[in-house]
């Protein structure tokens, strides 16, 4: 496998909520997807400074200290993740991403499928 097919290869998956955590990471791994999932914004950050650029984000929005929104813009803000594709999973129906932080937003409950899609549009799959 080339660096780039391991890089696409493993989300970051970033929810407070342990249940929803599990829940989507059994189903990306189910997929194919090689999961890391974190609690909180702050220990997502410090995995990609660690493990490296992740294929995909998918964020939350609603998490601890640190904001999904938050955590996007740290990521577009450095030259590594700027392009790594950020799906947002969120409970308000009427988010609006005017910085276009996102190249997704999903609301709560998250259909699997339209997941699934979506996830593979973004990494070009």
Same mark, same amino acid.
């Given at each position: 496998m080339s660096a780039t097919d391991a890089e696409s290869a493993w989300v970051l998956?970033?929810?407070?909520?342990?249940? +929803?955590?599990? !829940?989507? +990471?059994?189903? !990306?791994?189910?997929?194919?997807y090689q999961v890391e999932g974190c609690a909180s914004g702050e220990d997502a950050l410090e995995l990609v400074a660690k493990r490296g650029r992740p294929g995909v984000v998918i964020t939350d929005l609603s998490l601890g200290l640190m904001s999904g929104s938050e955590l996007a813009r740290k990521l577009r803000g450095e030259t590594k993740t700027a392009s790594v594709p950020i799906l947002a999973v969120t409970g308000h129906a009427g988010f609006d991403d005017p910085e276009r932080l996102f190249t997704a937003v999903l609301v709560k409950p998250v259909v699997l499928p339209d997941l699934a899609a979506v996830l593979k549009r973004a990494i070009g799959g």
């Open positions: 998956l970033v929810d407070d909520h342990e249940d +929803g955590r599990e !829940l989507l +990471g059994e189903f !990306l791994s189910f997929n194919g």
